[in-house]
């Protein structure tokens, strides 16, 4: 089950701790995507980078840092700044997105994180 | 703002039950709409575009931009179609998707 992949798939951290997810994807895409799903909340967008060596704020930045070196990767750093960090992340990728036109996202199965 | 809102948080029917997941977007521009659904240890995954007007696993959806909706139906629920679904709007601005807080279906024997 390659594509895209998430490591690991339990984390704990304690408080005050910065803490990297992994994720790797070999489907050649350009973008990649990184959500946070909370109960009731739906998925909500952390970054996104649509090439790399860019990446842009999503709606939900504060508190996380991200980079993107390899194409192949996309880290993602929850540092001890982020208010409410447990939960359960999302990383995504697609195709470089076309002008208007939707490419479908595919998403990795999800680090749950528990701060203690 | 783009929003979308599922206002179930969770659907219990009977096996073979009509089932309809409400999905209501708001959107400036010309929407684009898609149903993703979760099943329980498997990965968040695309279940169909409205663009698409197809029918998967039995699921339809009609945009309705009167009433800027997007219901997923089904006419006969099974057990396996128990899962978390969520709606989201495509903003047409990159590639972005708003989703919907989800809903999760259960389907009874």
């Known amino acids: 089950d390659g594509g895209i992949t998430q490591s690991p798939k339990y984390l704990f951290r304690k408080e005050g701790q910065n803490v990297t997810l992994s994720c790797e994807q070999n489907l050649n895409h350009d973008a990649m995507y990184w959500y946070r799903q909370d109960p009731g909340q739906g998925l909500r967008l952390i970054y996104y980078?649509?090439?790399?060596?860019?990446?842009q704020k999503g709606d939900i930045a504060e508190g996380y840092s991200v980079s993107r070196e390899k194409k192949e990767s996309f880290p993602l750093t929850v540092t001890s700044a982020q208010k409410n960090p447990t939960a359960f992340y999302l990383c995504?990728?697609?195709?470089?997105?076309?002008?208007?036109?939707?490419?479908?996202?595919?998403f990795g199965p999800g680090t749950r994180l528990t701060v203690l | 703002a783009q929003r979308v809102t599922q206002p179930e948080k969770l659907l219990s029917v009977f096996k073979g039950a009509p089932v309809e997941l409400k999905c209501n977007y708001s959107y400036s521009g010309s929407p684009e709409l898609f149903w993703y659904v979760q099943y329980s240890r498997q990965r968040l995954q695309l279940l169909l575009r409205?663009?698409s007007r197809e029918s998967i696993k039995g699921f339809t959806a009609d945009l309705n931009k009167g009433e800027t909706s997007f219901h997923l139906k089904k006419p006969f629920a099974q057990e396996e179609d128990s899962a978390m679904y969520y709606c989201a709007l495509h903003n047409n601005a990159g590639n972005m998707l708003t989703f919907g807080g989800g809903t999760r279906l259960m389907v009874k024997p």
């Open positions: 980078s649509q090439i790399v060596n860019d990446f």
């Open positions: 409205h663009i």
């Open positions: 995504a990728s697609s195709r470089r997105p076309g002008s208007g036109i939707y490419n479908e996202q595919f």
